[in-house]
């Protein structure tokens, strides 16, 4: 209570501020004729004075309105605000400055000393600048919060901007009981400094020495844009000194979110697979996406949710949410406005695979981009449900396509994935099949209708890191299919972000390769989720392996061998233009077949025919699960 009220006395209401600058005004004009022929020299100025003092009561302080010097907490200036403060206070003094030789030109006022105006803009400067920054000093100098209970020293890992913040906030909030202690980071040139009165006390490499000889309670790691070997060092350190350790999400979980302590989380599995983040080309999304109609397929899934929230920031004029369940749209439309979204956002329940609806849909906003994230992904599954894989993903694409076209969508981007690559099953035969859809309706129209094609994403629905984690709740075992499984790995906001920087340089019919890094063995992935669970692998959790589902491959395939890749001007992103697509003719007249094939339930045709329209498809090879329990 007592904080509240201490607070609410520093932060004077902008009203006074602008009683305090009406005053001021006046004084700096009388200051700086009084400056500039000192006080028994004024009389034959006093009518130049007393209209100099009305024109900058009438000016300055519509300047100041119109820069925002009412409008700002001044208790938090910065930087920023002083450049405004200058900007301010130089445009008033240019206009009053003006006004002033005018009414000298014109003689209507007979005398005006030049190097008034300039002093008046000096002692301006310093007026403005100095009573807001006052109020600034005074929010810093009160007296300090108590803590509340026992007092634990942090250490933290990097003394850049984030590192900065945190220990800012950390001496901020002191109902955090944490107290920062020291810095480490490898530049040279930080070493033995202070950042906010903490000091630079060497560098990661340090790490165990420092936490020998010096009592620490927690490391903080403060690099959004450590890879994910830094993380993974640091990580190690610490559980074998038993020392709790926390991090900054990655600098891509951080896009259009503020960097605080707040966000301060446990390490997880991402942070060990992160990767330096290349250089981001926002001028291209901004360009494909600001003010613009956009919907969003499968928008209540993992990578629609992150489409969406990334999509948001760059000021769509609308953003529709397309998706089959309400309770995931309904979680997605939450979301956004939790993140204080304040652009048209547009719920539709709708199914791919319904024409008439989406034709409807369509028609009633004119989307002019199409980001097409609705499938069924589970490789498991759809080998046993061949025909629901066909229906949603191949054929609720090319009802999606015949009416993007109909209704003169611009920009078209399919979401697909690297089993697309030579499919060995059912799901992956389906994303390549509505690849080539999409491809042949970019030859056909010449609009920028592409395909962005990567691998697993890291805490997607279904995929391994949640399975595992639920596996160790219980107490094991984790279940492995083989000891050198293998999958290309991204994080879900790295993968969304590079799918709109791939989607903003296409101009039609390319298939666009994220760079996916190197696979990961999944035995391994495993093993660092039961340590970041405080527990050991093999002692605490067990892993068994249940042998390879039918389906799947030792190692997924991002490339083709028979084909080149053009480098992009993203050194993450590759771009393919010999993507093997039938003739039109050809593939409407597949698609027509496997539509009636999935009326009439003929798993077995559908297969045959997949692997006789897909070039490199191998799915008849592929027994079919034994039984249901397979599929786990």
């Known amino acids: 209570m007592d904080a509240k009220l201490s607070k609410s006395n520093i932060n004077i209401r902008n009203r006074y501020l602008l009683l305090v600058d009406l005053g001021l005004i006046v004084v700096s004009v009388l200051g700086s004729f009084a400056l500039r022929l000192e006080l028994d020299n004024l009389y034959p100025y006093y009518s130049a004075i007393i209209l100099m003092i009305l024109i900058a009561l009438g000016i300055k302080p519509a300047v100041y309105y119109f820069f925002g010097l009412y409008r700002r907490l001044w208790i938090y200036a910065s930087i920023n605000e002083l450049k405004i403060i200058i900007a301010a206070v130089a445009v008033a003094s240019v206009i009053v400055s003006a006004v002033m030789i005018l009414l000298f030109s014109l003689n209507i006022i007979t005398g005006l000393p030049r190097s008034v105006l300039g002093i008046d803009f000096l002692l301006s400067l310093v007026f403005v600048g100095g009573v807001r920054f006052a109020l600034r000093v005074r929010a810093e100098s009160r007296a300090p919060q108590p803590r509340d209970g026992k007092v634990r020293r942090a250490l933290i890992i990097g003394a850049g901007d984030a590192g ?65 070997r830094v993380v993974r060092m640091v990580a190690d350190v610490c559980r074998v000194k038993g020392m709790p350790f926390r991090t900054m999400p990655g600098i891509f979980e951080l896009i259009g979110g503020k960097v605080s302590v707040s966000r301060l989380r446990e390490v997880d599995i991402t942070d060990l697979l992160r990767r330096e983040p290349a250089r981001i080309h926002e001028e291209w999304i901004g360009a494909a996406l600001k003010g613009k109609r956009i919907l969003v397929t499968g928008a209540g899934g993992s990578i629609g949710r992150e489409l969406c929230r990334q999509i948001a920031r760059w000021g769509p004029a609308q953003l529709i949410l397309l998706g089959h369940g309400e309770n995931s749209i309904f979680e997605a439309l939450l979301e956004l406005h939790e993140n204080g979204s304040s652009l048209e956002l547009i719920p539709v329940i709708a199914d791919v695979r319904d024409t008439q609806r989406i034709e409807s849909v369509l028609s009633e906003f004119h989307p002019q981009v199409i980001f097409h994230a609705a499938a069924h992904k589970h490789v498991p599954l759809m080998q046993i449900n061949v025909e629901e894989a066909v229906a949603n993903n191949v054929l609720g694409t090319r009802n999606l396509i015949a009416a993007a076209e109909k209704n003169r969508v611009e920009r078209f981007v399919l979401i697909s994935t690297d089993k697309a690559v030579h499919p060995v099953n059912v799901y992956g035969a389906t994303k390549r099949l509505a690849e080539m859809i999409v491809l042949d309706a970019a030859q056909r129209t010449n609009k920028a209708y592409s395909v962005v094609r990567f691998g697993n994403v890291l805490g997607s629905r279904g995929s391994v890191v949640p399975i595992f984690k639920r596996q160790i709740a219980l107490g094991g075992p984790i279940t492995l299919t083989h000891p050198d499984m293998e999958r290309y790995f991204m994080t879900i906001p790295e993968a969304v972000h590079l799918v709109l920087q791939a989607a903003a340089m296409g101009h039609g019919g390319e298939a666009f390769l994220l760079n996916m890094g190197q696979q990961v063995r999944i035995l391994g992935l495993a093993e660092d989720l039961i340590r970041l669970s405080g527990l050991e692998p093999g002692r605490d959790i067990e892993i068994v392996f249940t042998g390879i589902r039918p389906g799947e491959k030792l190692r997924e395939e991002l490339w083709e061998t028979d084909k080149t890749y053009d480098a992009t001007a993203h050194p993450e992103i590759f771009r393919s233009v010999q993507e093997s697509t039938p003739q039109s003719d050809s593939l409407t007249h597949t698609l027509d077949k496997l539509e009636h094939l999935v009326s009439v339930s003929q798993s077995e045709e559908i297969i045959q025919l997949l692997d006789e329209t897909i070039p490199g498809a191998a799915i008849r090879e592929t027994p079919p699960p034994p039984d249901m329990t397979s599929v786990f």
């Open 164 to 228: 900065a913040l945190v220990v800012k906030e950390l001496q901020k909030n002191r109902q955090m009981n944490l107290e920062p202690i020291g810095f480490l980071d490898d530049d040279a040139a930080k070493q033995k400094h202070e950042i906010y009165g903490v000091l630079v006390i060497g560098t990661l490499m340090d790490l165990s020495d420092v936490l020998d000889k010096n009592t620490v309670d927690e490391v903080i790691i403060a690099i959004p844009s450590a890879p994910g």
